[in-house]
C-alpha cells in the first residue's frame, strides 16, 4: 500500500471535519442498486458519516458506477429488521421521519435539521412499511405540484438531504469538526488506507 501524499492526506482531513455524525438516512427494502448507490452519493455529498439500511430479503443489493466510489467515504450500516434499526437510531439520540404520501405529512422544510435526525426512505414501489410508520416520530413529504405523485427515491433523499445540509450551513454545522477526536482518527485512518 503506497502512503498517501500530503495533499491527499489534506484533503481527506478536510472532507472528514465536515462531516455530520447526527445526520443520516434509513433506506428501507430501496433494492435498486442505482437507487442505493446515488442516495449513498448524496450522503457524501452533504457529509453524513453513516447510513442505515433494511433489507429482509438478505443483504443489501451492490454498487454500481452510479455512487461514484461514494460507498467507499460513507459507511453503510445494514440491520437485520426495522425494529433492529429504530433501536439503534433511537439509542444514539436520532428522531426518525419517515417520508410518506399521507394527508398528515408535513412538508420536508419544517424539520429542524439542526438536531439529530434519520430520514427514512422506503422501497421505490411501495415506500416506507406501516410498521416503520408506526415506528417514526413523524411523516415527511416533498409537496409535488405537477401530476405525478412522488419523486424517485434517491431524488427524494437529494431534495431532502440538500434542505438539512442549507440548515446545518447556516447553523454552522461545518464550520468545525463534529466527530469526537477518536473516532476521528479512526476513520481518517481507514480512508488513509482506501
Not at 7 to 34: I, W, Y
Request: hydrophobic share 40%; charged share 30%; aromatic share 8%.
Amino acid at each position: 500500500m503506497r502512503e498517501a501524499t500530503p495533499e491527499r492526506r489534506r484533503r481527506l482531513e478536510e472532507v472528514l471535519s465536515r462531516r455530520q455524525p447526527d445526520l443520516t438516512v434509513l433506506l428501507e427494502n430501496v433494492h435498486k442498486p442505482h437507487n442505493l448507490s446515488a442516495i449513498l452519493r448524496t450522503c457524501d455529498a452533504v457529509g453524513v458519516l453513516e447510513a442505515h439500511a433494511v433489507n429482509p430479503t438478505g443483504g443489501v443489493p451492490t454498487f454500481n458506477e452510479t455512487s461514484g466510489g461514494s460507498h467507499k467515504w460513507v459507511y453503510l450500516r445494514v440491520h437485520e429488521s426495522v425494529k433492529e434499526a429504530f433501536r439503534y437510531l433511537k439509542e444514539q439520540g436520532f428522531r426518525v421521519y419517515a417520508t410518506a404520501l399521507r394527508e398528515d405529512a408535513r412538508d420536508f422544510r419544517e424539520v429542524d435539521y439542526t438536531k439529530p435526525v434519520c430520514v427514512l426512505l422506503g422501497a421505490e414501489k411501495w415506500g416506507v412499511s406501516e410498521e416503520a410508520l408506526a415506528l417514526a416520530d413523524g411523516a415527511i413529504k416533498i409537496p409535488m405540484l405537477g401530476m405525478v405523485q412522488s419523486l424517485n427515491v434517491s431524488v427524494a433523499a437529494a431534495v431532502i438531504l440538500f434542505e438539512a445540509q442549507r440548515q446545518r450551513l447556516k447553523a454552522g454545522l461545518y464550520d468545525r469538526p463534529r466527530l469526537d477526536p477518536e473516532l476521528y482518527q479512526k476513520v481518517l485512518a481507514d480512508w488513509l488506507r482506501k
